[in-house]
């Protein structure tokens, strides 16, 4: 079982900038892959990025991608989601995720082996 903690969210104003933090219970999180989905209100939730083992891989959905960086830190067991020119249809609740790999692409299109519990982020205009 692995226990995730987001934390990071807040309010910020659009084009503006937050960092999530997501921290793992196990000492074995440098062997899971790790994730951030979101879900906005009155919408599925929806795969936001995604990061190796070793972090040598990253995955992105096209809706983020050259705004927001994944990264991991696994001596700190803790996985970052930085989030720049953020926009009004960023604002959702934020969880992180985490997978055994390989996992890869799966990211795409399948649910997660672990949650966290979220994080809202609230981006006005």
């Known amino acids: 079982q692995v226990q995730l903690v987001e934390s990071g969210g807040g309010l910020v104003q659009a084009g503006g900038s937050l960092r999530l933090s997501c921290a793992a219970s196990r000492r074995t999180f440098g062997n899971y892959e790790m994730g951030w989905f979101r879900q906005a209100p009155g919408k599925v939730r929806e795969f936001v990025a995604a990061?190796?083992?070793?972090?040598?891989?990253?995955y992105y959905a096209d809706s983020v991608k050259g705004r927001f960086t994944i990264s991991r830190d696994n001596a700190k067991n803790t996985v970052y989601l930085q989030m720049n020119s953020l926009k009004p249809e960023d604002t959702a609740v934020y969880y992180c995720?985490?997978?055994?790999?390989?996992?890869?692409?799966?990211?795409?299109?399948?649910?997660?082996?672990?949650w966290g519990q979220g994080t809202q982020v609230t981006v006005s205009s």
């Open positions: 995720a985490a997978s055994l790999p390989p996992y890869g692409s799966k990211w795409y299109s399948s649910p997660p082996d672990y």
């Open positions: 990061i190796s083992w070793s972090g040598s891989s990253t």
